[in-house]
């Protein structure tokens, strides 16, 4: 692969313990030879839905989102989609389109979802329509970002098992375990063994 990853033989590059930056595609290159599998499966689509808190809280939702895109997830947000003149109803239905929604919970997020108010209350409608129809489904997940939000979910939400992205030792734990969630790669349910002879 030397050639493929323009590593020279010739003046001995291949033994030198230094790094050099090459313009080729390594991703390419090692599924190419086998030494890495290319992931067929669609990427999940995810909407992230969220109010309009602060300035460091539209960063925050930002960042997540850009976190979410580069780990494999096609997560969509009105900061990083929705374009001047488009439809904006049209765009908040895109939740119905998506395989999960992530609920930024926070407190004004929960009363305006809860008094059904501006963009995150038709959003919600949409949310609470599915919910109805199977309460069961996981498809919504709440997240905090800051352990005081803990108890700040929309009614239909509550009682909902949460994603904590606080600020804090977990954070990174917590958001791979996002990710995997999203991915559909959680592990497996351990197999029930037999009841032991008493």
């Known amino acids: 692969m030397f050639g493929q990853l323009d590593i020279s033989e010739r003046n001995w590059e291949h033994t030198r313990t230094h790094w050099a930056v090459k313009d080729v595609d390594l991703l390419d290159v090692l599924v190419r030879n086998g030494i890495l599998q290319d992931d067929p499966s669609p990427a999940p689509k995810v909407f992230v839905s969220y109010s309009w808190d602060s300035p460091e809280h539209l960063e925050w939702v930002r960042r997540l989102?850009?976190?979410?895109?580069?780990?494999?997830?096609?997560?969509?947000?009105?900061?990083?989609?929705?374009?001047?003149?488009?439809?904006?109803p049209h765009f908040m239905e895109q939740v119905a389109a998506c395989d999960r929604v992530i609920v930024v919970c926070?407190?004004?997020?929960?009363?305006?979802?809860?008094?059904?108010?501006?963009?995150?209350?038709?959003?919600?409608?949409?949310?609470?329509?599915?919910?109805?129809?199977?309460?069961s489904s996981m498809r919504f997940i709440p997240?905090?970002?800051?352990?005081?939000?803990?108890?700040?979910?929309?009614?239909?939400?509550?009682?909902?098992?949460?994603?904590?992205?606080?600020?804090?030792?977990?954070?990174?734990?917590?958001?791979?375990?996002l990710v995997r969630d999203l991915h559909n790669a959680v592990p497996p349910v351990p197999p029930l063994g037999r009841r032991p002879q008493f």
């Not at 939400?157 to 977990?170: A, I, Q």
């Open 65 to 88: 989102v850009i976190d979410l895109r580069a780990n494999g997830v096609d997560a969509i947000s009105d900061r990083t989609h929705l374009r001047f003149g488009q439809d904006l």
């Open 106 to 135: 926070t407190e004004n997020y929960m009363n305006r979802a809860n008094q059904r108010l501006g963009g995150v209350g038709y959003e919600h409608l949409v949310t609470a329509a599915q919910l109805a129809g199977d309460p």
């Open 143 to 177: 997240v905090i970002k800051d352990q005081r939000d803990a108890g700040n979910t929309p009614v239909n939400l509550r009682g909902r098992m949460f994603v904590d992205l606080s600020d804090g030792p977990g954070y990174n734990t917590n958001f791979q375990a």
